[in-house]
């Protein structure tokens, strides 16, 4: 057979539906840097003077809520990075603010999990930040609520509790360019597609998660997704 695969592909990449044992089939993920003031701030930027600007993870870094890791390699400085996760489930390109929402399948509570230290050796040298935010089990995603179920949350309450201790604690609401406009700035640079995921940014209080420590990010009204590290 001339188009048989070398080897077995593997399963596509996918995301529990809460309340159901249907799955999210992922194609991409795609993170949007610096959306809530305070945390533009406390890395050093003016949140006032950029318009979103976007990265991405591999969709086989993705982690579910629950799971419990090996320690990541290559850092010794892992920070978390609550976040909103938006599912796309219908695609599309320049697609106008307006119409936005309607590209939504649902939401989830996310943490885009950070090797602080190699992003920092990174944007000093002006390389790229695909090892420090790219990495094998990088993307935290909960359980997605559907829209149908949630509606669009624009406000709400989102934390991250380290072992236990609160250290983000933000809004929604707090978002500079809300999930809207992350839709229709990200359309204007690739075609988004069924599948795609979209780690919104993180609010203030970003820090280090340590070996045997868990993480739990949570958003008012979508649940929480943890993570547990082995080691310490
Ligand atoms: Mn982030």
Redesign the pocket.
């Known amino acids: 057979m001339s188009d048989a695969f070398v080897f077995a592909p593997p399963a596509p990449p996918s995301v529990a539906v809460a309340g159901s044992s249907a799955r999210f089939p992922v194609r991409r993920i795609f993170?949007?840097?610096r959306n809530y003031a305070e945390h533009a701030r406390e890395m050093g930027n003016d949140p006032d003077r950029e318009p979103p600007f976007f990265f991405t993870k591999p969709a086989d870094s993705l982690v579910e809520d629950g799971a419990e890791l090996p320690f990541p390699v290559a850092t010794e400085d892992l920070h978390h990075?609550a976040?909103l996760v938006v599912a796309i489930g219908r695609g599309g390109q320049d697609i106008t603010r307006e119409d936005a929402l309607s590209h939504v399948w649902g939401y989830a509570p996310g943490n885009?999990l950070?090797r602080r230290d190699l992003q920092a050796e990174a944007k000093a040298a002006r390389r790229p930040w695909d090892m420090a935010?790219g990495f094998d089990a990088s993307a935290l995603c909960g359980a997605l609520r559907p829209v149908a179920e949630v509606g669009h949350p624009a406000a709400g309450r989102i934390t991250a509790h380290v072992g236990g201790e609160l250290r983000q604690s933000g809004d929604l609401a707090e978002q500079i360019w809300p999930v809207a406009d992350v839709i229709a700035h990200l359309s204007r640079l690739v075609a988004l597609a069924p599948g795609d995921l979209i780690?919104t940014?993180?609010p203030a209080g970003v820090g280090p998660i340590k070996p045997g420590q868990s993480c739990r990010v949570e958003i008012e009204g979508l649940g929480a997704a943890e993570v547990r590290y082995q080691g310490g």
């Open positions: 993170c949007v840097g990075e976040e885009d950070t935010k780690f940014g993180t």
